[in-house]
């Protein structure tokens, strides 16, 4: 089983939906949970950064953790073509860093 | 502009010649790592430093090497490559060593194996 599990998509939604973004983890000791935002052919970027439980706003951004369940999300509001792109969550306790696989989404005008 | 760059962004290569990927950030960062990046697998760590001169292997080493000479370059090494190893790589810094520091990815590059 992998330490951590995202649906690789592909998501694709019209301009203005919601989108809800998720993963599941197995390690109990993960403490910090990210979201990278990867274009294509470009690296990865830190988009959004929480520690422990509970939620983060940041715009059209919401991160949220929980760790009774395992399980963290990332919403976009009002999504835009240019949030097209693929959406890796990752997690780390001490120096252990795990990304997920990403979640490609698409969004239409 | 602060920025990690690699170099080459692309490579076709045969099994067996040697090649070396480039990378530098000029941020002043301490800790860079290598990745790569394969369908349904997502990011793997190679190696990473902490700072000049130390190094250690991350999740999966086998078949590369990686110096650390000065802080801003870390050079990533495959002695004798093999198609196993047609991936897309990225390099990464950060400020302080703690997976939780925020990673700046160069653009990647994308290598073949033949």
């Known amino acids: 089983q992998k330490e951590v599990e995202q649906d690789p998509g592909p998501l694709s939604v019209p301009e203005g939906a919601i989108v809800s973004l998720n993963c599941t983890y197995s390690n109990s000791a993960f403490q910090y949970f990210m979201w990278y935002r990867q274009y294509s052919r470009k690296g990865p970027e830190l988009l959004m950064y929480?520690?422990?439980?509970g939620n983060k706003e940041d715009g059209r951004f919401t991160a949220q953790v929980d760790k009774s369940s395992k399980y963290i999300s990332l919403f976009i509001r009002d999504s835009q073509p240019s949030d097209s792109a693929t959406y890796l969550c990752?997690?780390?306790?001490?120096?252990?860093?795990?990304f997920g696989t990403g979640t490609r989404l698409q969004v239409f005008p | 502009e602060a920025q990690v760059t690699q170099n080459p962004r692309y490579l076709i290569t045969v099994t067996g010649k040697k090649l070396t990927v480039t990378c530098s950030q000029n941020m002043n960062h301490e800790y860079m790592s290598w990745y790569r990046q394969d369908p349904g697998l997502g990011l793997r760590q190679i190696y990473y430093s902490m700072n000049v001169e130390v190094t250690d292997k991350g999740d999966v080493p086998e078949g590369y090497k990686v110096s650390r000479k000065e802080k801003r370059n870390f050079p990533l090494i495959l002695e004798s490559p093999s198609p196993n190893q047609t991936s897309l790589y990225f390099c990464?810094?950060?400020?302080?060593?703690?997976?939780?520091?925020?990673?700046?990815f160069g653009p990647g590059t994308r290598l073949t194996v033949l």
């Open positions: 990752a997690m780390s306790v001490a120096d252990k860093l795990i």
């Open positions: 990464a810094s950060s400020s302080h060593r703690g997976s939780y520091n925020e990673q700046f």
């Open positions: 929480t520690y422990s439980s």
